[in-house]
């Protein structure tokens, strides 16, 4: 199968040269084949979710490379990570970052909005999308009106938006409960099979990593 | 990228402006109230600037005065020599002016002049002469031309009468008596301050009004020959004639400024410490100094917004806080200063200035000066709007969502 992502001898270090720095990725190096789901696990603080920022473009590596397909990516201009993760990661948040003065309606087309779709073209898809994921009650509902379940199934309609080829999901499962996460992954599992995307999930719940074809455990930064 | 993805980055601007109520409201509020502020003394301070500038115009260059223990005496017909002798002069006139009433209790300006030298002073106040009327001649006893205050004052009293040419009005002596004159002219002014209760006639009968003795004058007005230093001739003239008082018409100008408008200054340091407040809301409500507008920079680059894309979303919304904000303001201040006629600030500004304003406070709107409040309403709120999200927009997405 095909290598959609790739890292080579990857290192993140925060506050580099000061007293506080701070090596949150260490020399990590994995691939990830397409159509798959990958999940990074490992215990809280293990580089996991800096590891999720530097394949989706989130942030540059300190020291190696970030592929995506054949581009190397991490030394692309901060132009082209946009149109990058624009077109092709879609992001599933730890903390979903919805924003409250929006509906679930309005959250979800937010990624099409500096696109050249029309508002009413992207409420039209985001309504979609949210009726795919079984958010068709709560379509104009506010955030602070909506359960941890249904602001997470709002998070997956808004990272399925642009179609991503990549789909990057950070602890997916932290804020709902064990019925609800058999209900996200199936969900996942349903777009990968359908779409044909990548996933790559970040978490520390047996029950997610046990879900993913492909797991790469964590410690202190590097892979185990 | 087309117009559509614009129109979309300024609907979602302006939804944010509705959306955020407290954060909008409080911006335009503060706007508001500093733009209200400024605007009205402005146009106060702008009226009588323009008014004053208007009254300078209309006088003579120099005004020579007689000071004798440092108080004003009248002036004896042996200095209009002097002054005429003096280089760089063109003409001198004397004057004799003060005030007097008509017994409604309203105190009018009264001014005898010379007809024949003072008439030849084109654009000089009093000398443009409405429809039938006509300036004062030589042999002219009596006889007045009035300004527009005294027609409006006169049709507002308890016993209306229409002043027009040929009207006999009596003035009230210094003596209490009364002296009967006829209106032959109505005069035009560009200003309101100085000549809208103005009262021309000729020197004999403004000595009567005025109880001055035969022979004396109030001053002199001196106008200087054209491309002479108007300083260099004030100069000369004071070296020249002991006792005298010179006042150029940049210093009669500076005088006025400053009785009219001497308190602006203290308004417009307040408006710039509510403008100060705006600016501080406007950086503290932006992604400085809240972490909610800081993650959504985050979030809206994570998505793939450009930095373009977010800076135009807070130029959208700082733009139209802004705009808002001051148009209410500048339509408050039109409407408390034009319709209201300012009422406590026209008293603080212009101070016992305003009792000499029977034709109520001169007023002005320029294009300019509404430009400089557009700008300076607009331009510190972009900035401190702005500036911050530009900073969060060029920080990795990574940085700004997580804090690390």
Redesign the interface.
Known sequence: MTVVIRTENVWKT?SQGTPRQVD?VKDVTIEIEEGTIAALGGPSGSGK??AL?LI?L???PSKGKVFLGNDEVSGLS??FR??M???TIG?I?QTQ?L????TAI?NVA??L???????SE?EKKARERLISVDMDHRLDFRVAQLSGGELQRVSIA?ALM?NPRILIADEPSSSIDEALTMELLNTLRTMVDEEGMTVVVASHDPMVLEWADVRHLMHDGQIV | MGVRKHSDLASYALGNVLKYRTRSVAIILALFISTSILCSVEFIREGVVSDVSASVDEGPDIVVQRLIGGRQVPIPDSWITNVTNTTGVRTATPRVWGYSDVGSGSLLTVMGVNATEYGNMIGTVGTDILDDGRFLNESDYRKMIVGHGIVDMMAASAMPLQVQVGTLLSLVTYDDELVEFEVIGIFDSDSQIYSYDMILTDLGSAREVLGYENSTFTDIAVWTNFGSDLNSVAFRLDTGIAEARVLTSDAISDSMLKAYTGRAGVTALLWLVVLLAVVLLAFTASSAGSEEARREVGLLKALGFDTVDVLEIRMFESITLSLLGVSLGISFAIIFDFILGAPLLAGYILGWGLVLLPGGIPLAISLSTIFTVYAVGLIPILVAAVVPSWRNAITEPDVVLRGV
């Open positions: 925060y949150a979710s800096t920022s989706g989130l942030t540059r901060e132009v946009t149109k993760r624009r077109d992001f948040f970052y924003i409250p003065q929006l309005e937010l990624p909005l500096c696109t050249d779709t029309s508002r992207a808004r642009n």
